[in-house]
């Protein structure tokens, strides 16, 4: 909406539209430019309503009272246009046909749009008969007029700079509960990073312990000039040391993961193993829940394709959108579990596949599932099915907006309530 010129026209269509389909008697094209919350005023002393249900009403009478076509002969235009609003004032005559005789009606109209969702919508329509004299007898001049227009764009002009501090209010409301949705998350990563951390730890230190006990007996053997003995104890030591190696790093790699989750994302893209993060925060967001209620089980099912090389994403956001899918996932098996169903046997999935000049990563669960009737709300912001106090409904609306606006990717969601759920997560390679 930064061309000027190019909002003029749009919002001229959307008013020029709005009337025309009212002369074609066209309602369902008529009410598609308004607002819900429209304000309509007529002439007559009834002729007002707050909303469009009751907008749609006061029409349908106008329709029953002159069901037949009638002609809009606009006489002069005037649009005035303030960043998100604008207004048009009009004055237009009316022909109808009653009883084979036409019925002219002059009437001048004041209409008032917003910018809405990524489109103009008529917010007021204000009808009235034009009376060209003034209450002192006088006419009124275009002096008066042009006064009486830049009192209105200065009230307008002080709303607009009211809205825009709003708005900038909101922002930084939404900064702060984005910061709260991330640490959320990463509080569910604790716990499982400290069972995850554990494991390589306890290798480590078994396999220190085992070599401690192996260079006392090759030395033992050295004393005692058992060279081979020695030789083949020391390629056990060798061994071992391999894998205390192996267990250090996956130590360090669980470490890096934790750090680099809880920082801010730098927005850099980096070459990045998907099938290593998918796997990482699989486990890492299982083993959260497990903390949390130890009678917690799920089989965890993995397919990940081995032929991907490594994709430039920027790893902090992808990770953050996956471990919420995982959180998710889990989150609805373990509610499904409650219901105590013979044979339920709670299951996450996740799978990569490369798909032309695209990557897929795909999670799914038998849990819950999603009422079909919710589906198109799940990405907006501040909207959950979680009971209050459990989410913030924030979470698939920023993993929606990391992988549409920061990817150039697809964030897409197929489901069956009571059955399962799966997010599909598609990246461009």
């Known amino acids: 909406m930064n061309d000027y010129s190019d909002k003029k026209k749009q919002i001229m269509a959307v008013h020029t539209s709005f009337w025309e389909a009212l002369a074609n008697r066209d309602t369902e094209l008529r ?35 002159f069901p037949d076509l009638f002609e809009l002969d606009f006489l002069w235009t005037h649009l005035t246009v303030f960043e998100n609003t604008a207004w048009v004032e009009c004055e237009v005559v009316w022909t109808h046909k009653i009883n084979d005789e036409k019925l002219r009606e002059r009437v001048r109209n004041t209409t008032i749009l917003k910018y809405e969702n990524n489109k103009w919508l008529i917010a007021l329509v204000h009808g009235s008969s034009p009376d060209y004299r003034l209450q002192d007898g006088d006419y009124m001049t275009n002096a008066k007029t042009i006064i009486k227009n830049n009192e209105l764009e200065r009230q307008v002009h002080d709303r607009t700079a009211e809205l825009n501090k709003t ?9 702060q509960l984005i910061q709260s949705e991330k640490m959320a998350s990463l509080g569910e990563l604790t716990a499982g990073i400290a069972h995850e951390i554990q494991n390589p730890l306890n290798f480590v230190n078994n396999f220190s312990e085992v070599n401690t006990e192996l260079i006392d007996e090759m030395q033992q053997d050295l004393k005692s000039g058992k060279t081979d003995e020695a030789i083949a104890i020391s390629n056990d030591i060798k061994d071992n040391e391999q894998k205390i190696n192996h267990h250090g790093k996956r130590a360090d790699a669980i470490v890096k993961g934790m750090l680099q989750h809880s920082r801010s994302s730098t927005g850099v893209k980096e070459p990045t193993d998907i099938n290593v993060l998918a796997d990482e925060y699989l486990r890492l967001s299982y083993h959260g829940l497990r903390a949390k209620d130890k009678s917690f089980n799920a089989t965890l099912k993995t397919d990940y394709d081995e032929s991907l090389s490594a994709i430039n994403v920027i ?69 959950t099915t979680k009971p209050t106090g459990q989410g913030t409904g924030l979470g698939l609306s920023i993993s929606y907006d990391i992988i549409t606006k920061g990817h150039g990717g697809e964030l897409k969601a197929e489901t069956k309530e009571g059955e399962f759920a799966e997010f599909t997560i598609i990246l461009p390679l």
């Open 167 to 175: 708005l900038q209010d909101l922002k930084a409301t939404q900064t």
């Open 31 to 65: 009410f598609s430019f308004c607002a819900d919350d429209i304000t309509f005023i007529g002439t007559g002393l009834n002729e007002r309503a707050e909303n469009k249900a009751a907008y749609k009403l006061i029409n349908q009478k106008g329709v029953e009272q």
């Open 315 to 383: 790893p902090q956001d992808v990770g953050r959108v996956i471990l919420n899918l995982f959180t998710n996932a889990f989150y609805s098996v373990a509610e499904k579990m409650k219901q105590n169903i013979v044979g339920y046997e709670p299951t996450v999935s996740a799978s990569t596949k490369k798909a032309g000049n695209k990557v897929e990563i795909r999670i799914r669960d038998n849990g819950m599932g999603i009422p079909q009737k919710v589906m198109d709300k799940v990405f907006q912001p501040f909207y």
